[in-house]
């Protein structure tokens, strides 16, 4: 999986009006973490960025039950500080999580 710089504009579908409310846990993580956020509706991508704005990971769901239930791995990346970003059609939201190993 290349590396990717996130870029500066989110798309165009995204309404930047509302921001989401994102829980990150356990956090700091050994690497398996759950993110929850009830509030958002419909489709959604969730990335994980280093603190250099490297693109690491990038998953797409349905719903956020399907979130919710889905246990994220980055066990694989160094120990740091990565941020957690979600997008959808009606916003974003953005929680920080720390791993440590």
Same mark, same amino acid.
């Given at each position: &999986?290349?590396?990717?710089?996130?870029?500066?504009?989110?798309? *165009? $579908?995204?309404?930047? +009006?509302?921001?989401?409310?994102?829980?990150? $846990?356990?956090?700091?993580?050994?690497? =398996?973490?759950? @993110?929850? %956020?009830?509030? @958002?509706?419909g *489709? &959604? /991508?969730?990335?994980?960025? /280093?603190? #250099?704005?490297v693109?690491?990971?990038? $998953?797409?769901?349905? %719903? %956020?039950?399907? &979130? #919710?239930?889905?246990?994220? +791995? @980055?066990? +694989? =990346?160094? %120990? /740091?500080? $990565?941020?957690?970003?979600?997008?959808? /059609?009606?916003?974003?939201?953005?929680?920080? @999580?720390? =791993?440590?190993?």
């Open positions: &999986m290349g590396k990717q710089k996130k870029t500066v504009s989110n798309p *165009e $579908y995204v309404n930047q +009006d509302k921001n989401h409310k994102i829980q990150v $846990y356990p956090n700091p993580t050994r690497g =398996l973490f759950q @993110i929850s %956020s009830p509030e @958002i509706e *489709e &959604m /991508s969730v990335s994980v960025f /280093s603190v #250099d704005g693109q690491h990971r990038r $998953y797409f769901f349905n %719903s %956020s039950i399907e &979130m #919710d239930a889905f246990s994220f +791995d @980055i066990t +694989d =990346l160094q %120990s /740091s500080v $990565y941020f957690i970003e979600i997008n959808n /059609s009606t916003g974003s939201g953005i929680n920080r @999580i720390v =791993l440590e190993k």
